[in-house]
């Protein structure tokens, strides 16, 4: 999470859409920055609602405009599935060396997950609490040159931009069955995406 509070603006980290690089590229930009523990630098809208724009409200009589990124529902999930077949979690519950993204998707789709795929939702990461206003400019992680020229816009500045955490190469396909069984189960995951900048 970063805070501009001149411009009154927090970017909010949505986990696997690139938040390491922003943080390490406006790191020295930023008023506030989160990035430990993961709870508090991935705090959701309603997180940080409850603690951080409390706080402005409160003490300053003011509120952040909210700001995040949004990965496609699949590809976000395919992010996920590749960070976690990593090297250093073998033999880890939350590892997925030894499976195919198929079978990460279908132990995503159960009711109770099992933790190498208990990885949280983007659409419920921008719930709101009842007297909140959410997010403000949400925007899809394949325009980075739309977010790019907010932030540059915003923060007036230029942004050097590197990549960081990328997860590892992997197969990601999916059967046309479970990817169906995925879109009929999640619609608001889609509808999140699609209704992003």
């Not at 506030?32 to 409850?50: C, G, Q």
């Not at 699949?74 to 960070?83: A, C, K, M």
């Not at 960081?164 to 396909?173: A, I, Q």
């Not at 479970?178 to 209704?195: G, S, V």
Request: hydrophobic share 40%.
């Amino acid at each position: 999470m970063l805070v501009f509070y001149k411009e009154r603006l927090a970017f909010l980290s949505v986990p696997k859409t690139g938040s390491t690089a922003y943080h390490t590229a406006l790191r020295d930009r930023a008023d506030l920055i989160v990035t430990h523990p993961p709870e508090l630098k991935h705090a959701p809208v309603r997180r940080y609602d409850r603690f951080f724009q409390t706080m402005f409200r409160k003490l300053f009589d003011t509120e952040m405009e909210i700001m995040a990124v949004v990965r496609e529902p699949l590809d976000w999930l395919g992010s996920w599935y590749r960070f976690r077949s990593r090297e250093d979690l073998i033999g880890q519950p939350r590892s997925t060396r030894d499976m195919n993204f198929d079978a990460f998707v279908q132990a995503y789709l159960q009711d109770t997950r099992p933790e190498f795929a208990n990885v949280g939702s983007q659409a419920q990461f921008f719930r709101t609490r009842n007297d909140s206003s959410g997010a403000r400019h949400i925007f899809k992680f394949e325009h980075q040159d739309k977010v790019l020229d907010f932030l540059q816009t915003r923060l007036d500045m230029q942004i050097d931009l590197k990549r960081e955490n990328v997860s590892p190469p992997g197969d990601l396909h999916l059967s046309p069955a479970t990817e169906q069984k995925f879109r009929n189960a999640f619609p608001e995951e889609f509808a999140l995406h699609k209704a992003a900048m």
